[in-house]
């Protein structure tokens, strides 16, 4: 059984240009967690979606940053006119129920904006 | 604002030696997740604690529960140079049964 997938697993873009970010959970999972993390330190929560549903996006920038979870697909995380500020690892986690159940989490995208 | 706050930040001991972590939080919980991330990959699911428990083991490891005291400690016994890693506690509360809240996290070296 595959684990989660995330790609690409670095992506490098210039300050102006939009970064996507896909994530493919687990089979049989239908939630989905989008994370960011700073070199040393925790996660912070971004969004959460079901399919073809966000459920809570309170951790999400409400400018520049959108997700989504389609029926068919990946999930994406786009992030449009990057600046430096963004440089950082994304990482995607999927669950089977959304209520208290241990994650399973992708290798994360390490964007970086120069 | 953080719930999970882990201490030490960081730890290097031989291997061989018993290894303990510890995690705070501030508000009443539903349960206490303990994942560990090796450098550069995402995070594995160690052990999940209820908040009516008080201990559970997994192998090598034991995790401890102290509602009173909002602390939660892992212990890794017998280290093994493949336990260098980060550990971190993640928490979800009464007010949301899916939002996990992160510490920063303990960084663990084994020597060997």
């Known amino acids: 059984n595959a684990g989660v997938m995330q790609n690409p697993r670095h992506l490098v873009r210039r300050r102006g240009q939009e970064a996507r970010l896909r994530c493919s959970p687990m089979k049989g999972h239908s939630h989905v967690y989008w994370y960011r993390q700073l070199p040393e330190e925790g996660l912070k929560f971004m969004v959460y979606l079901q399919k073809e549903n966000i459920i809570d996006e309170s951790g999400m920038p409400k400018e520049r940053f959108s997700a989504e979870f389609p029926k068919e697909g990946p999930s994406i995380l786009r992030i449009q006119q990057v600046v430096r500020g963004d440089s950082a690892a994304y990482f995607c986690?999927?669950?089977?129920?959304?209520?208290?159940?241990?994650?399973?989490f992708g290798n994360g995208t390490r964007l970086t904006v120069t | 604002s953080q719930q999970g706050e882990e201490d030490p930040q960081a730890l290097s001991i031989q291997e061989g030696e018993n290894a303990t972590m510890n995690c705070s939080y501030k508000t009443s919980i539903n349960n206490l997740q303990w994942y560990r991330q090796n450098s550069g990959r995402g995070l594995v699911h160690l052990i999940l604690i209820r908040s009516n428990e008080r201990e559970k083991h997994s192998g090598r490891l034991r995790v401890t529960l102290d509602t009173s005291k909002k602390s939660s400690s892992l212990l890794i016994t017998a280290s093994r140079a493949a336990d260098t890693a980060s550990y971190f506690c993640?928490?979800?509360?009464?007010?949301?049964?899916?939002?996990?809240?992160w510490g920063a996290g303990t960084k663990l070296i084994i020597k060997p």
């Open positions: 986690a999927s669950s089977p129920t959304g209520n208290n159940s241990p994650l399973h």
């Open positions: 993640a928490t979800t509360t009464m007010d949301s049964n899916y939002q996990l809240i």
